[in-house]
C-alpha cells in the first residue's frame, strides 16, 4: 500500500508538471528553446538497413512531420528521397539524423555533411550521438564536435541517445550546450531502471525522448501490463466513444508525462491510431501510478542492454 501511494505521488507530480504542455500543443520546447513534435516515426528497428522510402512517404503523406534516421540504420539515401518525392517545405518537417562513429581521420562534422547528402537537406533539426559505447575520442571530445557542427547550422538541437548518468558526467563538465535530448528506451518494463537518468535529466533540463515504446505489447505480450492497458483502453474508449487501443494508452502514459513517442509502422492505419493519440485525453494520475506499479514488477530491456550495466 505504501508503494502505491508512492508511485501514486510521484506520477501525480509528473502528470501535474507536463499535462499542460503535452495537452495543448503536439510539441515541446527544448532546453535551447526550439521545440519537437510529440510524435516521430523512426526508420530503424523494422526498417533497419533496408530501404525506407515507401514507409516514410506513406508517414508523412498521412501527417507525420517528425522523421527519425540514423547513420546506422544504412539507409538515410532513402529516407531523404522520400523527404525530396514528399514535396513539402524543409522547415515543415522535422529530421532527427544520429552519429554512429567518426571513422579514423575524419571529424563529426565530415559524417554529419554526409548524412546531410543523403537526406537532401542543408540542415537537421536535431542530430544525436547514437551510442556512448565503442568510440575511438572520450565522449567529451566527441560531443565538442558536436557543438561545432551545431555553431556552424548544420544541426538546430543537438542530444545523446542512450546516455547513462556515467555518460552526461563525461561530457557535461567541459559542455559548453547541454544536450537537449537523451533518446532511450523507455516504457513500463524500464520504467524503473531508467529512473536514475530521468531524474538526473531533469535536473538539467534535458528531454527524455522514447523509442520501444509499445514494446509491452509487440515484443513483451503477456506482462502484467496488458490488464491495466486493456482497462484504461475499454474506459478511455466509453468516455471519447470510438475504439481506444491498449498501442494508444501505452503512447498516451508516454504523452501524460511529457515524453515524445519515436515510433513506426508499415501500416498507414496503424499511422492515423499514432497520430489520433494527440488529440485524446491525457492519462489520470491514477492510470499512470496503475501503469507503472504493474510495469516496475518485471524488466525487460530490448535495445542497448549495456543501459543496465
Ligand atoms: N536510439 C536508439 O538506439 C533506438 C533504438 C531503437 C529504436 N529507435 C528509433 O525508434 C523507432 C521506433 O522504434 P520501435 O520499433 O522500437 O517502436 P515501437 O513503437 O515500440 O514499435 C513499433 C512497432 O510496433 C508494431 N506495432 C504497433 N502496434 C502494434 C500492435 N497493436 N500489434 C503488433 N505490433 C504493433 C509496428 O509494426 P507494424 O508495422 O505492424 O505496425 C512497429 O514495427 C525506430 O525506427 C528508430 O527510429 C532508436
Do not use: C
Amino acid at each position: 500500500m505504501a508503494v502505491l501511494s508512492l508511485f501514486r505521488r510521484y506520477s501525480q507530480q509528473a502528470f501535474n508538471q507536463t499535462s499542460r504542455a503535452a495537452m495543448s500543443s503536439p510539441t515541446l520546447t527544448l532546453n535551447d528553446g526550439n521545440t519537437i513534435p510529440w510524435l516521430g516515426f523512426g526508420t530503424g528497428t523494422a526498417l533497419y538497413g533496408k530501404d525506407a522510402e515507401n514507409a516514410v512517404r506513406t508517414a508523412i503523406d498521412n501527417g507525420v512531420i517528425h522523421l527519425d534516421g540514423a547513420q546506422v540504420y544504412r539507409n538515410e539515401e532513402s529516407l531523404g528521397a522520400a523527404i525530396a518525392a514528399s514535396g513539402k517545405p524543409r522547415s515543415s518537417l522535422y529530421i532527427t539524423t544520429k552519429l554512429e562513429k567518426v571513422p579514423a581521420g575524419q571529424t563529426v562534422h565530415d559524417t554529419l555533411v554526409v548524412s546531410l547528402k543523403k537526406l537532401q537537406v542543408d540542415y537537421v533539426d536535431l542530430f544525436l550521438i547514437h551510442f556512448p559505447i565503442n568510440h575511438e575520442q572520450p565522449l567529451s571530445t566527441l560531443w565538442k564536435q558536436v557543438e561545432d557542427v551545431q555553431k556552424e547550422g548544420l544541426a538546430r538541437s543537438i542530444g545523446v541517445s542512450n546516455f547513462r548518468v556515467k555518460d552526461f558526467e563525461a561530457i557535461l563538465p567541459e559542455a559548453t550546450v547541454i544536450p537537449a535530448v537523451n533518446q532511450i528506451e523507455y516504457h513500463p518494463y524500464v520504467f524503473k531502471a531508467d529512473q536514475p537518468v530521468i531524474e538526473y535529466m531533469k535536473a538539467k533540463n534535458i528531454l527524455p525522448t522514447s523509442f520501444g515504446g509499445l514494446s509491452p505489447i509487440v515484443r513483451f505480450k503477456g506482462g502484467p501490463v496488458d490488464p491495466v492497458l486493456t482497462s484504461i483502453a475499454e474506459r478511455l474508449s466509453k468516455t471519447v466513444g470510438k475504439t481506444v487501443t491498449e498501442g494508444q494508452v501505452l503512447q498516451l502514459w508516454l504523452k501524460t508525462k511529457g515524453i515524445p513517442a519515436i515510433t513506426t509502422t508499415s501500416k498507414a492505419e496503424r499511422i492515423h491510431e499514432y497520430l489520433a493519440v494527440q488529440s485524446l485525453p491525457n492519462l489520470t494520475a491514477e492510470d499512470v501510478a496503475a501503469i507503472e506499479e504493474a510495469g516496475s514488477t518485471v524488466h525487460h530491456r530490448q535495445f542497448a542492454k549495456f543501459f543496465d550495466d
